[in-house]
């Protein structure tokens, strides 16, 4: 779907959310909603936070699993994924603590394989993701799945790629200083998902759009495995479509 721009994109999304945690809360039921990083979701984010302070939308019965970390950084490093998601959304809402799920960036690397394991069991036993919410890597990635990423794959440790380390450069003041390593959802635990929304903003993403929704699946652009999921919207602005 193709939008004037970010803002009505993010509000139809927005939307989405809400009409799934109200059906929910009228049988007192959660709603599983799996979150993204990066600057694409943040509008998104930011009227889930106004609906909560001006229409009283409680997130009381929203859980959440957001697609990755980086490896090595703890919750409380600045650019840690958690961080982000406390300071874009979760400090501003009612969502129980225990309700919100990043991937640990600190498991020891002994560790990693079972973290990651009870990563998967947690949302099954949370009765699977809702809605999905993706951005879009200029690699093609969706969470941290670069290239070469399978469609059966599952939550596991990956190295990332050399753009998304320089794409990174900026927040990590250098690229040195951008983590090698990702703990992130796999390509088929993202594709289980029941409802999926990709966003993209921007001429920036316009050839990975084109890319993703136009070629033959494959693992050179992950994304494009999206295109075998039953239930995915991409909704973009003009210059993120600007290829198709
Ligand atoms: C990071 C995240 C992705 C995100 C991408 C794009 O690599 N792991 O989930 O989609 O950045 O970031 P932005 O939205 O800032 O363009």
Known sequence: VIYDGA???SMAVANEIRDIIKERQKSGKNAVLGLATGSTPVRLYRELIRMHR???L???NVITFNLDEYYGLSGDHPESYRRFMQDQLFDHVDIPEANTHVPDGLVAREEVFASCSAYEEAINAAGGIDIQILGIGRT????FNEPGSGPDSR??????DSLTRRDAARDFLGEQNVPRHAITMGVGTILDAKKVFLLAWGEAKAEVIAQAVEETP????PASFLQSHANCVFNV????????
């Open 7 to 9: 803002e009505g994109a």
């Open 54 to 56: 001006d229409e009283g």
């Open 58 to 60: 409680s997130f009381a």
């Open 140 to 143: 093609g990635h969706i969470g």
């Open 155 to 160: 939550t596991r440790l990956v190295t990332l």
């Open 218 to 221: 494959t693992d050179i652009i």
């Open 237 to 244: 602005d003009r210059s993120a479509a600007s290829q198709l």
